[in-house]
């Protein structure tokens, strides 16, 4: 049996496509819809599972140790990913001690875990994107959502679990079943239907002397790299430790809204507008993944080009389709 965690968000559900693709229907998929009008909800529509638990109750069956079911593998993606909200005590319960208590019952029961870390933890790249786990330490999140993960990445090494799990630290995650995000949904996403009627999109200004406007990168990785990746880690049981999940590669702003008009068939006419302010102080200008360590491990497939990515992805936002 495979646990899903986050299975009705954009990762989680995704995960379950490509399980299911595989022939994988004895899943066990957790998640807190709120009611039957949760947009999430349509990401699980078509979706092949054995149950769905609610978040709350499967945390209390964990905590009792009432969890019965032979878990061979749990892909742990359910966390808060807002990189805005300002609740210390939220991102503590709902990201971390979530996480650990996960972990935890992982631990006990002889199954495997993954779960999702971020590239949020390295705040502003001072002390670059290396995944190596004794520079982990040292990094200063910028966010707390950034925080709540370098908490438990920190929780992983000071118990010494590092052998006994995975974790990915996903840099700029796009792609379908992401329509439910609201404000955090992708640049692609949120831009598509304006480049499409208006012929125009709009990029923030940069502040940083060392960046032109749109000029600010980013590692964009397509969610079906992603999760090719997490499919590799679950078979391969004997890789454990903290990775980055990235291309290796940063682009800038305006290459992703090139590649959007190039997608749509439009002339590129990008805006640059002014940033929040509440942002200005906590903006990664630069993410870039060291994928040494993986293609280490042994993970050798290409990685989507973001100009191949946006093409896919917009055959899905064209008609608003899921994954």
Not at 62 to 90: E, N, P, W
Not at 176 to 192: F, I, L, Q, T
Not at 275 to 280: A, S
Request: hydrophobic share 35%; net charge neutral.
């Amino acid at each position: 049996m495979i646990v899903v965690t986050g299975a009705a968000g954009f990762i989680g559900s995704c995960l379950v496509a490509e399980l299911n693709s595989l022939g994988r229907h004895d899943l066990i998929v957790v998640d807190d819809l709120m009611g039957e009008d949760d947009p999430k909800k349509k990401n699980l529509t078509g979706k092949r599972y054995q149950r769905y638990y609610d978040k709350a109750e499967y945390l209390k069956l964990l905590k009792r140790d009432q969890f019965d079911f032979d878990v061979d593998c749990i892909l742990h993606m359910g966390a808060c990913s807002s990189t805005t909200l300002q609740d210390a005590d939220y991102f503590k319960t709902n990201n971390f001690e979530y996480t650990c208590t996960v972990a935890q019952w992982a631990l006990r029961n002889n199954a495997r875990l993954i779960y999702a870390s971020s590239a949020a933890t390295y705040g502003n790249g001072e002390q670059g994107y290396s995944d190596d786990e004794s520079l982990i330490p040292m990094l200063k999140p910028l966010n707390l959502y950034g925080e709540s993960k370098q908490s438990f990445d920190e929780w992983v090494l000071a118990n010494g679990y590092q052998g006994k799990m995975t974790g990915l630290k996903f840099f700029n995650v796009f792609g379908p079943n992401e329509y439910h995000k609201g404000d955090m949904r992708s640049v692609v996403s949120k831009a598509y239907d304006r480049v499409v009627s208006e012929g125009k999109i709009s990029l923030f200004k940069s502040y940083n002397p060392k960046y032109k406007d749109g000029e600010q990168a980013r590692d964009f990785i397509y969610v079906k790299d992603a999760v090719d990746v997490v499919m590799f880690l679950m078979e391969a049981a004997s890789i454990n430790g903290i990775f980055n999940l990235g291309t290796g590669k940063a682009r800038t702003w305006n290459d992703l809204a090139r590649a959007l008009f190039t997608a749509v068939g439009r002339t590129p006419n990008i805006e640059y507008i002014e940033m929040p302010e509440n942002l200005q102080s906590r903006y990664q200008y630069f993410t870039q993944a060291d994928m040494a360590k993986l293609r280490k491990a042994g993970y050798n497939k290409a990685f989507t080009s973001l100009e191949d990515a946006v093409k896919d992805y917009c055959s899905y936002l064209s008609t608003k389709r899921f994954w």
